[in-house]
């Protein structure tokens, strides 16, 4: 079993830097794939409440067998629930459906500008409470921009200890890591194989036969030498024990600075803007 390296948070706890990520797993599978990526020896799962399966997470994580603490846990707040009342029922849901009475770590899912007259610094108050009552162990964003961590930097008391956002060999985002990594806020990339859409660029797939591993493979590397957290998502299991095995091979910084080069900005992007996302789901 190979050896996943931790990143220290601010908060004083630590992550690994690889896990399970269950976007668009199906509820009634979610369970499954979790147990599945825990008996390869993944200890940190990647959920939210928008993702529907929380419950199936908790129930995965207990049919494993391993114990509630040896697992890292984030769920992230929806939409809908930015209100301070709102969120905090919201906090007390996540929590039931996965089982636990703590989670490892609780993000603002969105930023969402322009609903809530913009005021998402009272969302991040509220999530403050959480880490007070040590219900939420730490707490983060995700999908904030620069703009968003500075107003939180002059508004509120605590750091976040993790800006979640997209980064991908297609979308480096480089102006919004370069701000964590000044400000000792861990960054993790969501959609880090972009969906699968970087596994057949030339760059990519010649770097990967070149070492002999696969497209997934050398863009996961990627990540973990930039100092990234990911959580690839599959409900392959075969897949599954491929994104696991990063461990093992080491990229030139030759090529790090090729799949860092296929950079193409805003047009890269596969998922929203968060500057002008605004989607509540029903
Ligand atoms: P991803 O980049 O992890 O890609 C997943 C897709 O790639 C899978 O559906 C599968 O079809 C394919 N795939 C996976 N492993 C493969 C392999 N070894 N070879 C070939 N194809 C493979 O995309 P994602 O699921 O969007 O992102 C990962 C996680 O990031 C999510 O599950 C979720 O936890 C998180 N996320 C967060 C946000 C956010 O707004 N905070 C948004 C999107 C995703």
Known sequence: MSQ???????????????????????PDETAGA??????????HIDTAEMYQNEAGV????????????????????????????????AFDETLSKLGFDYVDLFLI?????????????????TLEEFRRDGRAKSIGVSNF????LERLATQSDTVPAVNQIEVHPYFVNEEVR??????DIAVEAWSPIAQGKVLDDPVVTQIAEAAGRTPAQVVLR?????GDIVFPKSVTPKRIEEN????????????????????????????PNPDTFDYIPD
Request: negative net charge; charged residues 20%.
């Open 145 to 148: 921009q620069v703009h968003h």
């Open 109 to 125: 899912h969105w930023p969402l500008p322009t609903r809530y007259g913009g005021d998402f610094v009272s969302t991040w108050q």
């Open 178 to 183: 370069a701000y964590c990594a000044e400000h």
């Open 4 to 26: 996943i390296p931790t990143i220290e948070l601010t908060s004083g706890n630590s992550i690994p830097q690889l896990g399970f990520g269950v976007y668009q797993i199906d």
């Open 34 to 43: 979790v147990k599945t990526a825990l008996d390869i020896g993944y200890r």
């Open 222 to 226: 990627w990540h973990i030498q930039r």
């Open 244 to 271: 696991y095995a990063l461990f093992d091979f080491e990229l030139s910084q030759h090529d790090v600075d090729a799949l860092t080069a296929l950079d193409r900005g805003e047009d890269g992007r596969t998922g």
């Open 58 to 89: 908790g129930q995965g994580i207990r049919d494993s067998g391993i114990d509630r603490a040896d697992v890292f846990i984030t769920s992230k707040l929806n939409n809908g629930f930015h209100e301070p009342d709102a969120a905090r029922k």
